[in-house]
């Protein structure tokens, strides 16, 4: 059974930072991401990394946020500095394993002004 766990999350003001972490169990990933979804917003990417180590940002986090895995590990993170209140929202991990795709249950991130 493959699950992918998520933690990490919580409350932080703004300009502080967060590292969010997603285990993986029951298989080995091609590509990872992290996603996010805000009140009343569509899911939306926020960065991605393939299997060796080629990363991509949305714009609104480039040069705050920062993806990395460890294939070891199993694990794909996310750290997440200068946070800002638009950061707010529940951020899920994602991983593929050609042609499957896989989601975490979520991790709350709230950015307070």
């Known amino acids: 059974q493959v699950q992918l766990v998520e933690s990490g999350g919580g409350l932080v003001q703004a300009g502080g930072s967060l590292r969010l972490s997603c285990l993986v169990s029951?298989?080995?990933?091609?590509?990872m991401g992290w996603y996010r979804q805000a009140p009343g917003k569509q899911r939306e990417m926020v960065a991605g990394?393939?299997?060796?180590?080629?990363?991509a940002y949305a714009d609104s986090v480039k040069g705050r946020f920062t993806i990395s895995r460890d294939n070891a590990k199993n694990t794909v993170y996310l750290q997440m500095n200068s946070l800002k209140p638009e950061d707010t929202a529940v951020y899920y991990c994602?991983?593929?394993?050609?042609?499957?795709?896989?989601w975490g249950q979520g991790t709350q991130v709230t950015v307070s002004s």
């Open positions: 994602n991983g593929v394993r050609r042609p499957l795709e896989y």
């Open positions: 029951g298989t080995q990933m091609n590509g």
């Open positions: 990394i393939t299997s060796g180590g080629t990363a």
